[in-house]
């Protein structure tokens, strides 16, 4: 892991080892990919864990190392470390799986031994610690208890069981004189019926839908043309608005680091809301012009391979993106700045990608909904 000498003084050092965070994990294996935040390595014969960890939220996963020099799905978890916190965590071989230490009194032998353990620790990476803040600046330890899956793992692979597991427990897999069939659950096709294992989905905030058999035909059409409904909906979940942006950057990383692809699923479906709210623009301009600055950052660190997702199927982020710039441009309620803004970004965009957001599709032209 790269050292801070270059980078800092001795004494910024001394007092960032003071103040900072750790993270102690005594036996995770040599040749494991194991990351914090934005950066990511192969752990050596000697690392046992990260130093000077800066307050706030992170995010460390693990990868085993795979076949043929390959290396298996990332799992990993969501933490808002405070300062001078300690975590410690132990590597399961059997679960694959980083899992708390659970021996208070090793704990605090640990910590009494910290400056002994230095040479163990690698220093927090602290020249991507900028780009690291402007994705999760909204993300704190409230959001992250409520959106982390009950078992506290975010894993790049569904966690599947089967149906009869599910049903029998381990019981099921047993052929013995009690239970001399074994019992097998399958679809039409013949495969087995698998489920996602209970408490392992990361709980995002669902999109309300609206109920249309209640609606006339101009409530019906106002209501396809405007998802207003849909974000009240989601914001009355929260106690601030700014805690539902806080999920969409929530969304990113989980993405973006956690290589999860349902994560992506619900950043597309949040943007898609966000930017077809004509009459909330005034209302809530400045959770708009927040939702500007929060997508900015994420567009400005987002890889070329993931971009590459992000734009595909007919480019949804161009087009989605005309439409709530056309709705800005056309509003009487939005402010003064939240305009100016929206026309910063507008810009940008079409200088960085070439996109040409004047060109509306006609997916957005009224359409009425019988």
Partial sequence: ??????????????????????????????????????NSWKTGPKFKGVKMIPPGCHFIFVSCSGGQGGQAPRIGFFHYFQPKELVVKNWNEESEDLVDETDQEKVERIRLDLRNLDQYLGAYPFENYKTWFSLTYLIDAALIKRLEPEIQRISAQCDLVSKEFEELGAS????????????????????????????????????????????????????????????????????????????????YVCFLVGHVFEAFEQWKLLIGVFCKCEEALGELSDFFAEFIMVLHFQLKTTPQEFFVDIVANNNFLAMTLSNFFLLLDSSDSASVQLKRKGARFKNALSVKYGWDFDSVSDEYKPVVVE
Avoid: W
């Fill in 172 to 251: 099921g897999q047993r052929v013995d004189r009690q239970n001399p069939v074994r019992v097998r659950y399958s679809d039409s096709q013949g495969l087995p019926i698998m489920h996602l294992k209970p408490g392992s989905e990361i709980r995002f905030t669902a999109i309300p839908s609206a109920d249309l058999d209640q609606c006339t035909v101009s409530e019906r059409t106002a209501r396809s043309m405007d998802l207003g409904f849909a974000l009240r909906g989601m914001l009355a979940t929260y106690e601030h608005p700014k805690q539902l942006l806080g999920e969409l950057q929530f969304a």
């Fill in 1 to 38: 892991m790269a050292s801070t000498s270059a980078e800092m003084s001795q004494e910024q050092a001394q007092r960032l080892f003071e103040n900072g965070g750790f993270l102690f994990i005594p036996n995770l294996p040599t040749g494991f990919e194991f990351g914090i935040d934005y």
